[in-house]
């Protein structure tokens, strides 16, 4: 049981280090990246006829540094008679957000990810995951140690 938590413990601090550096790597890309608004040259709408999703096809236009760009995105939907299907029309409509990295302020620490989104704030990609397996290694390991410490007092013959 002591080798197992000593095995949490290390995988604790393993992946804590690793949560650190996702959350530096999230940050720098939020720092360095700029949002632009894009517009939709054509939408596809694919309903599953054995489940109430859609799976939805955007192409989306830009200006990526001064340049015309476009990306596809590809997303799902649950749909039900509250909440209806999106039509072309609507879709087309939208305005989605396009989060990217300009030119002059790549480097080989910051990713050159393009991510849409329906809001122009960055929620991050990684968020607090990284911390959260640690803090369950830390604990898990931890409480295995102190309960094989507990044990091995327990299995002790009784002395006067």
Known sequence: MKLIGIIFIILGIISGLLGVRSYLRDDAYAKASVVVKSSVKWAEVKPNPWKSTVSIKLMLSYMRD????SVEHNYSLFYSQHDPLPT???LKAATPYIRYVPKDKRSK?????????SKDQHDGVY??????WMFRFLLSGTALIIYSKVRKQNRRPFQL
């Not at 001064?66 to 760009?69: C, E, I, L, N």
Request: charged letters at 15%.
């Open 66 to 69: 001064g340049v015309p760009d």
């Open 109 to 117: 620490n910051i990713p050159d990810w393009v991510m849409v989104s």
């Open 127 to 132: 968020g607090y995951t990284g911390f959260t």
């Open 88 to 90: 072309v029309e609507q």
